[in-house]
């Protein structure tokens, strides 16, 4: 049961901070990118909590920079929103299959054989291979440099919507096994 509402609010809270980022997100690509760029020096040592000031010589980003990487930004921030929300589901598998955190991470299609046989799966396989169709995207975020086998269309360009296509799919995958 604790299982069960740990998921639950880290779920709530993820989806929560994406409405922040999503915030965030529309806010900046407002923003003139002259105004951006001479603006991050302010920024950046608002967020160093720890009192490490960032010299502002140091912060290399022109205009023209910024108007490059605001087309991949949205993108960007879903990529990030989308290894989390991949981590929390694999954390919560581990705990359900009866593993420790201090042990060697298994592989999210063997945590799912185990506590999820494609027999008990029924109406539910689209969970199951958007769950998989995930850690694939994960894995490329962090090992590919976010690039992905473009066989798959939809694994293309991500967006919002695909976060929380996923989430769904977590969510319906959970209520089969964790829940």
């Known amino acids: 049961m604790e299982l069960r509402r740990n998921l639950t609010l880290e779920l709530r809270e993820l989806t929560q901070r994406s409405y922040l980022l999503a915030l965030a ?12 760029a001479a603006n991050l020096p302010k920024a950046v040592n608002q967020l160093c909590s720890d009192g490490r000031v960032v010299p502002e010589e140091s912060i290399e ?10 087309g991949t930004f949205a993108s960007f ?4 929103l989308l290894v989390e929300l991949q981590a929390i589901f694999h ?14 991470a298994l ?3 063997s945590l799912l054989a185990k506590l999820w046989p494609r027999d008990k799966r029924s109406n539910n396989e689209w969970a199951y291979k958007e769950v ?3 850690t694939e995207v994960r894995n490329a975020v ?36 964790i829940f």
């Open 25 to 36: 997100t529309v806010a900046l690509l407002d923003l003139e990118n002259s105004e951006i």
């Open 91 to 104: 954390t919560h598998l581990m705990l359900a299959a009866g593993h420790t955190l201090e042990q060697p």
């Open 61 to 70: 980003m022109s205009a023209q920079e910024v108007y490059r990487l605001k």
């Open 142 to 177: 962090m090992h590919a440099r976010g690039q992905i086998d473009r066989r798959n269309p939809r694994l293309g360009s991500r967006s919002y919507s695909d976060f929380l296509r996923f989430k769904r799919a977590i969510r319906t995958v959970a209520n089969e096994v």
């Open 77 to 80: 921030t879903t990529d990030l």
């Open 107 to 109: 592989q999210v299609e």
């Open 132 to 134: 998989i169709l995930l």
